[in-house]
């Protein structure tokens, strides 16, 4: 029995010591997400970001036949790192507006960069947020850090 146990212990060891963000994921992943198309800086690209610049960063969230934007709950919207889900930055200043002209109102969110917390190396932001239903949705984009 010892000699089964001991693997054992050695193997959670291991998980702990070597896989910390898996957690992270799995709370993530917990609930499911409906996945909403957005754009960072919309109309440009690469989307770069100079993490050192006092800015902020525009990202519109777009709407469709699928998703009406007017049922977001902004205070629950965040943009953070791909890999970084805790934290992020809370949205800024928002309006509504179809950016893409297609019927569809969108939001154009505006975050302060430093909030977001990017660093050097990051190739991909998410913005995460909530219904007012309860729903959870993510949309996720490139980005260039500057720095
Ligand atoms: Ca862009
Ligand atoms: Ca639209």
């Not at 193997?11 to 957005?38: D, K, R, T």
């Not at 690469?46 to 777009?62: E, Q, R, T, W, Y």
């Not at 965040?78 to 109102?105: C, I, Q, W």
Request: hydrophobic content about 45%.
């Amino acid at each position: 029995m010892k000699r089964l146990l001991r693997p054992l212990i050695l193997i959670s060891l291991f998980a702990l010591l070597f896989f910390p963000a898996g957690q992270v994921a799995l709370a993530h992943e917990e609930h499911p997400h409906m996945h909403v198309e957005i754009d960072i800086k919309p109309g440009s690209y690469p989307n770069s970001i100079n993490i050192l610049s006092n800015g902020k960063v525009p990202v519109a969230l777009f709407g469709s036949d699928m998703f009406d934007v007017t049922g977001v709950d902004i205070a629950s919207v965040r943009l953070h790192p791909m890999d970084r889900p805790e934290g992020g930055a809370p949205v800024n200043k928002f309006a509504y507006t179809d950016l893409n002209s297609d019927g569809y109102l969108d939001i154009i969110f505006h975050f302060r960069t430093q909030a977001i917390g990017l660093q050097p190396g990051d190739e991909m932001a998410c913005l995460h947020g909530m219904t007012m239903m309860g729903d959870h949705f993510c949309g996720h984009d490139t980005v260039r850090v500057i720095s």
